[in-house]
């Protein structure tokens, strides 16, 4: 192979390098601006973070602080903050660049799911994260923090605190987004929906481990709660995965009838 041929063959390798790092470049730019606007109203989140605290009768009765036990845990704390919410806002316009690299690569029926992909997964990762915020943490946090009744002396860290309950409101944004990763793992061809519906005795499983993990109140009406909409979010993880299936040459070319 002469050195021609060599870069001739290598330019499609260096073009989709460079699209990607643009398109990397124009995500942290997005996230950068997310951060800077979280950032500006650090103190009103904080203050939203503690609402489900307020649930705690230890708490409201002042036998329950919440201290900053380091120097430099408020600056922390503020950047966590930010970094997260920052992330939660500029999620579409980053969705936006995953799609604009991966277009090029589906087929023009395919390419249409662009705005739906992007919505669907920015208001599956806020909903999560709002099923999380309304109906877990008002139940969980005052649980854990009045679990022995006053018996031990209590000053919660600030940035422990928060960075739980940070990391408790990602995880359940992230779970929400369940059938969004089961239609991209079908469309590279990863899974698809005969091994989801197959599968369906040992995700239930793991959905109910995880909600037990997550709920550690003893009432089981709590991790129902909790275990209820995740499977629902399996189930159209598994329709999805059906919808978008890749299909044969065969199928594309002629109407094909359900299967």
Do not use: C
């Not at 050195?3 to 063959?9: A, P, T």
């Not at 909903?127 to 877990?136: D, H, M, T």
């Not at 022995?148 to 408790?168: D, E, R």
Request: aromatic share 12%; proline share 7%; net charge neutral.
């Amino acid at each position: 192979m002469t050195r021609l041929d060599q870069e001739l063959k290598s330019a499609p390798l260096l073009e989709h390098l460079d699209e990607l790092r643009k398109r990397l470049i124009l995500s942290v730019a997005f996230l950068a601006v997310g951060m800077v606007a979280a950032f500006q109203y650090r103190i009103q989140l904080i203050e939203w973070i503690k609402v489900p605290l307020t649930y705690s009768e230890l708490y409201r009765t002042g036998k329950v602080q919440l201290v900053a036990v380091n120097l430099t845990d408020q600056l922390m704390l503020s950047l966590n903050l930010s970094f997260w919410v920052g992330l939660a806002l500029a999620l579409p316009f980053i969705l936006w660049q995953v799609w604009a690299f991966v277009a090029p690569g589906l087929y023009p029926q395919e390419r249409r799911w662009s705005l739906p992909f992007i919505v669907g997964a920015g208001l599956s990762f806020l909903a999560g994260a709002v099923f999380g915020y309304k109906l877990i943490l008002p139940t969980m946090v005052p649980f854990l923090v009045d679990f022995l009744g006053g018996a031990v002396a209590q000053m919660q860290s600030l940035a422990s605190y928060v960075g739980t309950v940070t990391t408790f409101l990602v995880a359940f944004g992230l779970a929400f987004e369940l059938p969004i990763l089961a239609v991209i793992l079908t469309r590279i061809g990863l899974i698809n929906h005969v091994m989801l519906r197959q599968g369906w005795r040992i995700a239930l499983v793991v959905i109910m481990l995880f909600a037990a993990v997550i709920t550690p109140t003893p009432d089981p009406a709590n991790m129902l709660l909790v275990a209820g909409p995740l499977y629902v979010l399996y189930e159209l993880g598994v329709i999805l995965s059906r919808v978008f299936r890749i299909r044969p040459p065969e199928e594309l070319e002629s109407p094909a009838l359900p299967s």
